[in-house]
């Protein structure tokens, strides 16, 4: 009997990914503008997905968390053709330095896609 929930949470889990660094608010928060360096924001979240240098002499270091799952009627037999796909979310926080290398300012996206596969769903 113990098979039965091992294989359903299999299940769910099969039509999820995550990929990336997700940072949070309060992570972000912990680092003051003029304060915190570009190497203490990278010690504490590991090295950015993406770094720029600008014009000025800054540069912005991003860092990109996505995650997605399939919907329930993708994996239902012939449902799934018709109706399915899969709903995801990006997170995007980016962090910009001044010539000095100190923070200058964080900024953070959310954003939600709803990916539609099946017949039934095209426009």
Do not use: W
Not at 89 to 111: H, R
């Amino acid at each position: 009997m113990k098979i039965v929930p091992v294989a359903l949470a299999s299940l769910a889990l099969a039509g999820c990914v995550s990929t990336g660094t997700r940072v949070t608010v309060a992570q972000a928060n912990q680092f003051k503008e003029g304060v915190t360096t570009r190497a203490e924001v990278v010690a504490a979240l590991g090295q950015p997905d993406s770094q720029s240098r600008l014009a000025d002499g800054a540069t912005a270091i991003t860092y990109v968390h996505i995650s997605a799952h399939a919907t329930a009627a993708t994996f239902i037999p012939y449902v799934g053709l018709l109706a399915g796909g899969a709903k995801g979310t990006t997170d995007t926080a980016s962090f910009t330095f001044g010539p000095d290398g100190k923070l200058v300012q964080f900024s953070n996206t959310q954003s939600k896609q709803d990916v539609r596969t099946g017949l039934l769903n095209q426009k």
